[in-house]
């Protein structure tokens, strides 16, 4: 495991070598594995990750169905509703469904509706590894909407190099910093030999040059 206080340094330096904006920019991270063999289903990463201290940016949550999940969405704030005349529809409007795919990161689905999902945006959603989230009667999603906002999805499939958001500009670095710990614990839990299996880490801002963190 990286010490906390390499990780912190890290993502001082790459504050310090970004090129200074008036907007906020995305710091993330890249981690590249080694020795092993990603062609092998049960060695591929598919972990939503919560992060203790969010991403300082907004996460897109889209709920499908109908009724009560629909006002507890509302109440919850999510940022897109679709009901099961919107999800047929979409299935005849490939380029909107796909912007739809690409533009939420979560999606929560009331289990009656999705048959109709699985037929009409399974083949926006299933590929990006964004299948919903089935919600059965009687469940609450206010608190799995405001645990996924503070969260990130990683899914390698059979890569052995991925990126994933940690944080904003607007955090401080110890906030990243801790972020970035979570992610490569949890990473490491699920890596057959653990911290063996990782070639290096980087960190970096949007527009900013990669910092090796290991």
Request: glycine share 8%; hydrophobic share 35%; charged share 30%.
């Amino acid at each position: 495991m990286v010490e906390k206080a390499k990780i912190l340094e890290a993502v001082k330096t790459a504050l310090e070598k970004a090129p200074k904006r008036k907007f906020s920019e995305s710091i993330d991270i890249t981690i590249n594995l080694k020795n092993i063999d990603m062609a092998q289903p049960k060695n591929r990463i598919d972990e939503t990750i919560l992060l203790p201290n969010g991403t300082g940016e907004n996460v897109g949550i889209c709920v499908l169905g109908k009724g009560d999940i629909v006002t507890q969405a509302k109440d919850a704030k999510v940022d897109l509703i679709l009901g099961p005349e919107e999800i047929e529809r979409l299935g005849g409007a490939p380029r909107e469904a796909r912007k739809i795919a690409e533009q939420y990161r979560f999606f929560l689905a009331e289990t009656g509706v999705m048959p109709q999902v699985g037929r009409f945006l399974g083949p926006r959603l299933g590929p990006r590894g964004r299948m919903p989230m089935p919600i059965t009667g009687g469940m609450d999603i206010r608190p799995i909407v405001e645990r996924l906002r503070n969260s990130v999805k990683i899914r390698t499939k059979d890569k052995t190099v991925f990126s994933t958001k940690v944080g904003s500009t607007t955090m401080k670095p110890e906030q990243v910093a801790e972020n970035i710990e979570t992610i490569v614990k949890r990473i490491e839990s699920v890596l057959e030999q653990g911290p063996l299996n990782i070639r290096s880490i980087y960190v970096k801002t949007t527009m900013g040059p990669p910092v090796r963190l290991v």
